[in-house]
């Protein structure tokens, strides 16, 4: 279970955007075929800092979201499964990045060897940014109301096939 969920969320992170996401191994679309990315600051989706828990992946989801500062907003995933026992954790940033913003991500398994390389991180781009709602690629944030957040990923498996999973949470004094 904890192969398939540390290469589903790698597959998802791995994509520029929705349209062009890219199969595992397919070399990543050439900067000038992707479409531009809406502009946006860091302001737009300061909406996400705080303390949020839910529930996806087969388990309890948290993320605790800093409040922006110096064009990023700062955060920390855990998942810990059904039966009680760590997931995964991810370090992860909303940046501000040349009129845009970028999703930056790195994963670590339960003893914290990390899945990407040491001196590397995935950055996925901005798709679409509203009031309410914020994608990067495949990843979707979406605003429920004052203390909802729904998180729906599209995972691609290694067959190819996309598998939708949607992470529900609800905002929580820290």
Do not use: C
Not at 3 to 15: C, D, F, P, Y
Not at 35 to 46: E, L, M, S, T
Not at 153 to 161: D, H, N, Q, T, V
């Amino acid at each position: 279970m904890r192969r398939t969920i540390a290469a589903a969320v790698l597959v998802l992170l791995a994509g520029a955007a929705a349209a062009q996401y890219p199969s595992p191994g397919t070399p990543a679309p050439e900067a000038a075929a992707r479409p531009p990315a809406p502009a946006a600051r860091i302001a737009d989706v300061a909406w996400l800092q705080g303390y949020w828990e839910g529930e996806g992946l087969g388990g309890r989801v948290e993320d605790v979201w800093l409040p922006p500062k110096a064009g990023v907003l700062l955060g920390a995933f855990r998942l810990v499964k059904a039966d009680g026992g760590p997931g995964f954790y991810e370090l992860f940033a909303i940046e501000e990045v040349d009129d845009t913003l970028q999703f930056v991500v790195k994963h670590f398994n339960p003893d914290w060897v990390g899945w990407e390389e040491k001196d590397k991180a995935l950055r996925i781009r901005l798709s679409k940014v509203s009031a309410d709602e914020i994608a990067f690629g495949r990843i979707v944030f979406q605003r429920q109301g004052a203390d909802g957040l729904v998180v729906k990923l599209a995972i691609r498996e290694k067959s190819g096939e996309v598998r939708h999973e949607t992470l529900t949470y609800r905002r929580k004094p820290l």
